[in-house]
């Protein structure tokens, strides 16, 4: 297959490549080829092309953080801050995914809209529910998206309606674990205990233990200050919120990383203990902003060499386009340095569109840029309410990543699979 328009993504250096109407070969949906369409060798000259014309082309972007469940309430409680969040809105309407009927028509809206959105990939909490979990897992791979998704675990500090007894919580972890064994291709499982207030020592041992070589861990970090007091009252023992999660649960044992979201209130030393156990930040700038729980220093991890993605981190944000994550990222990152640090530079366009792309792109594999050996992920987007005057490339883009939201998108490919 050939896709033809004007490309756009990021160097591995990270800054902003763009190749003005030039085609992507694709083979089993991996690209194996890029030039222009004079340049094609002879072999591909009979091949159809599909020319998009003048649309730009950028890589599917992805969600490293997002909540399913929580999709049926965004934009509700946003003027409290993260524990009485959960607490009010949160986990009443997680409890609701025990009903399978509710769970398929709330789960059908989710998936919809992810497809829909600008996201080829996302890094998904389902609820403690397993059957509810396994049939979003079915959905998203019914969906064409590739997906990692999390049964979470929570044995303590929740309402009656949303626990689990630590031997249940570990039991059913394995039996979802062996359904999806042999059940997908493009979904999969991510080990889940929600944060530290909501998991026993006991259970994030055995979570540690199940998870082995062979699977990633996700969960929440250094979010908010009263949640971080309360680690540290449940954690005597931990030098740091992150520690408590390494003392229990050996982050480093696994060939798939860990995913830690927000980290807003992380420290040097944890910066550095981040870097060591190569963990992947989701930064959620929107969820920050909502839930009045701060502003992450993304200027500090970048430098420590730390890798950042962006989350939605749906219901605390409540957008789905990584795109506006992108632009508050930014925006947010101005203020870190005007107000409280001006060592910390504002992030740029291309490191935002970096950590929409590229960089969370690592953590599937070969994913996020156009390159020989990447797996063809491709959004075909129509600027053409914005622009229609403007033929500098570089301006269309930077005028697209800020008013995404007007734009359409009249294609979208997974590993050079049409899905939309
Ligand atoms: N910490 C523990 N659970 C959650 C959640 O559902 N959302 C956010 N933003 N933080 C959490
Ligand atoms: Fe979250």
Redesign the pocket.
């Known amino acids: 297959m050939i896709v033809k328009g004007n490309l756009v993504d990021c160097t591995e250096k990270g800054t902003i490549r763009i190749r003005k109407k030039n085609c992507i070969v694709i083979e089993e949906g991996i690209i194996s080829k890029i030039c222009s369409e004079n340049e094609l060798p002879d072999s591909l000259k009979n091949e159809e092309i599909e020319d998009y014309g003048d649309s730009l082309i950028i890589p599917g972007l992805i969600d490293m953080h997002l909540?399913a469940p929580?999709f049926a309430f965004r934009g509700l409680g946003m003027d409290m801050e993260?524990l009485d969040?959960?607490n009010t809105y949160?986990f009443p309407e997680?409890a609701k995914y025990k009903d399978i009927e509710y769970a398929k028509k709330a789960y059908k809206k989710f998936v919809d809209a992810l497809t829909k959105s600008y996201s080829t990939r996302a890094i998904v909490?389902a609820t403690l529910h397993t059957q509810a979990t396994i049939l979003l897992m079915d959905m998203l791979e019914e969906s064409g998206l590739k997906c990692f998704v999390g049964k979470v675990n929570m044995d303590r500090n929740s309402t009656d309606e949303l626990i689990e007894t630590t031997e249940s919580s570990i039991d059913s972890t394995n039996k979802w674990l062996e359904v999806c064994e042999s059940r997908y291709q493009n979904t999969k499982p991510v080990i889940t205990p929600?944060?530290i207030?909501?998991c026993s020592d006991k259970l994030m041992k055995e979570l540690g233990k199940i998870r082995g070589e062979n699977y990633g861990l996700q969960s929440?970090l250094s979010?908010?200050p009263k949640?971080i007091e309360w680690v540290k009252e449940l954690c005597p023992d931990a030098t740091g919120y992150l520690d408590a999660y390494d003392k229990r649960s050996s982050l480093n044992k696994s060939k798939v990383p860990t995913v830690m979201?927000?980290c807003v209130y992380s420290d040097e030393k944890e910066m550095e203990l981040l870097k060591e156990r190569d963990v992947y930040v989701a930064h959620?700038p929107q969820?920050n902003i909502c839930?009045s729980?701060g502003i992450a220093p993304i200027r500090k991890f970048l430098n420590s060499g730390i890798k950042v993605g962006l989350g939605s981190?749906i219901?605390?944000g409540y957008s789905l386009n990584i795109l506006n994550q992108a632009v508050e990222a930014i925006g947010l990152s101005k203020l870190y340095w005007r107000y409280i640090d001006k060592n910390s530079k504002p992030l740029e366009l291309a490191e935002a569109f970096s950590m929409a792309t590229r960089i969370p792109g690592s953590y599937f594999g070969k994913v996020g840029a156009f390159e020989e050996g990447f797996e063809a992920d491709m959004l075909i987007i129509d600027d053409g309410v914005l622009n229609k005057d403007i033929d500098d490339l570089r301006k269309r883009f930077e005028r697209f990543l800020y008013l995404s939201d007007e734009c359409s998108m009249k294609a979208k490919y997974v590993s050079g699979k049409k899905i939309l």
């Open positions: 909540h929580q993260l969040w959960l949160t997680e909490f929600r944060f207030p909501s929440h979010e908010n949640e979201a927000h959620c969820s839930l729980s981190d219901a605390a």
